[in-house]
């Protein structure tokens, strides 16, 4: 029996004693059968459903919010949250997306809906109690694993195009496909997702990042249509250009699997998008020699400009969050640099300061960066990388460099030698930085204040 919660039945003896239908319907319906939790409980009332919140709230002594302009109320009782609403109609003109509404069946209500798993509907009422409403085969495309519209794909998503990038999600965390008819009418609307508020579809994006595949949804919107206009940085990346016997690899299918292959390792949503944008900076910097081939020199450098236009264009948090992402953009090829090259103690002083307390993630990031088919390859990176890390862990144990801040401050510099803030108190300090991090002096005051000294009287400071 699906209606295990006490609220349930406490909703029947209400809708039953008041006449009217009632059901629960959508995301807690299909969740309930794909064994995943849910906590949104949705219940359509072929009536008001303000009216049955309110006699619930007052049997239960609940707490009831009302929104009388959209027809709709929320109960909350014992930590469980139940939203009712009347069932409706909708119908829409062709110059507008406020649709027209006015009461309707619960077949009218189903209809109106983005798929067809999320039409289902149990209802609430009697000996009916938990009996499934499934007038658009819901349960079918379930077991078939189809993401498929209730009515005409081009309607369903003229009314509300956001439905299209809903599609995709639920493609990207459910691990289903999309029906071809389906599919087929996002590529003919897909142009119409710019009318849609960055606010809504950011919410989509970030739940295809946090799927467990994200490449499903990333890849569905690129054949879709859909990422030319929701991130076209990453629809520049896609395609080969071949010159005589030079070809470049797709950077967009790349990025791709370095997100897969980072998403195997971590859940954290902003490593994930760092992820996603490591080399949104190559369309801009790809160049072509005729002996070496295609070049990207610099890519990482410029990629780390572009990622606050983005965060902004897209609605995404300006703060700690887009630093975090920029700071993996632009040092993801220090750690590959070193992994190819002799690993000098100098070289990880200055990641380990510049990344800081990220550089664990950002060396996830690097090992998620390698894509090649090539076995011995990989193996050969992966060994490098733990070499660096090893490298990290004595380094940081002996000279603590991780976040440090040089023992000789700009103000001890001015103080020490009655200075005004200068350029060469700048100077003075970046070359203690530089000789606690190339090794030339350990990272303590005394040798700090000893070098201060020396630089002071080059320059003839006294």
């Not at 209500?109 to 009916?128: E, H, K, P, V, Y």
Request: proline content about 5%.
């Amino acid at each position: 029996m699906p209606l295990r919660k006490p609220i349930f039945e406490h909703i029947r003896r209400v809708v039953d004693r008041m006449g009217v239908e009632a059901y629960v319907v959508g995301g807690y319906v299909r969740d309930y059968y794909l064994h995943r939790p849910s906590t949104d409980i949705d219940v359509v009332v072929v009536g008001s459903g303000v009216d049955v919140a309110e006699e619930l709230a007052g049997e239960l002594n609940a707490k009831v919010s009302v929104f009388r302009n959209y027809g709709t109320a929320m109960v909350r009782w014992r930590g469980t949250e139940v939203e009712f609403v009347g069932a409706r109609r909708e119908s829409y003109t062709p110059e507008s997306r406020n649709p027209q509404v006015e009461p309707g069946t619960l077949e009218d209500d189903q209809r109106r809906r983005d798929f067809t798993i999320n039409a289902m509907a149990w209802s609430l009422n009697g000996d009916r109690f938990g009996e499934l409403v499934d007038p658009f085969d819901g349960m079918y495309d379930l077991e078939d694993c189809i993401i498929r519209t209730p009515c005409e794909p081009e309607r369903t998503f003229s009314d509300d195009p956001l439905r299209m990038m809903r599609a995709v999600r639920f493609a990207s965390q459910l691990g289903f496909d999309i029906d071809d008819e389906t599919f087929d009418g996002i590529r003919r609307q897909a142009e119409r997702i710019k009318i849609v508020s960055k606010e809504r579809i950011i919410v989509e994006l970030n739940k295809i990042m946090a799927s467990p595949v994200p490449s499903i949804g990333l890849q569905l919107m690129h054949t879709s249509g859909l990422m030319q206009y929701v991130l076209p940085e990453l629809e520049r990346m896609a395609g080969v250009e071949r010159r005589g016997k030079h070809a470049h690899k797709d950077n967009f299918a790349h990025t791709l699997r370095v997100l897969d292959n980072l998403a195997k390792r971590s859940d954290d949503l902003w490593l994930r998008w760092a992820a996603l944008l490591h080399d949104i900076g190559k369309p801009q910097t790809k160049a072509y020699d005729a002996r070496n081939g295609w070049t990207f020199h610099q890519h990482e450098a410029v990629g780390s400009k572009l990622v606050p236009q983005l965060f902004r264009r897209l609605k995404l948090p300006l703060g700690e969050q887009m630093r975090f992402v920029q700071k993996m953009v632009f040092l993801h090829m220090r750690p590959i640099v070193l992994s190819e090259d002799m690993v000098t103690d100098s070289a990880v002083r200055r990641l380990l300061f510049e990344a800081g307390d990220d550089v664990d993630k950002l060396m996830t990031l690097c090992e998620a960066d390698i894509t090649s088919g090539n076995d011995n390859k990989v193996k050969l990176f992966l060994r490098n990388f733990e070499l660096v890390r090893e490298k990290m862990r004595d380094l940081e144990e002996r000279d603590r460099v991780r976040n440090f801040q040089p023992p000789i401050t700009g103000d001890i510099i001015m103080r020490t030698y009655n200075l005004p803030p200068s350029s060469v108190v700048g100077e003075i300090k970046e070359v203690i930085k530089n000789a606690i991090l190339d090794g030339v002096i350990p990272n303590d005051y005394d040798a700090a204040y000893q070098l201060m000294e020396q630089e002071a009287e080059r320059r003839g400071i006294k």
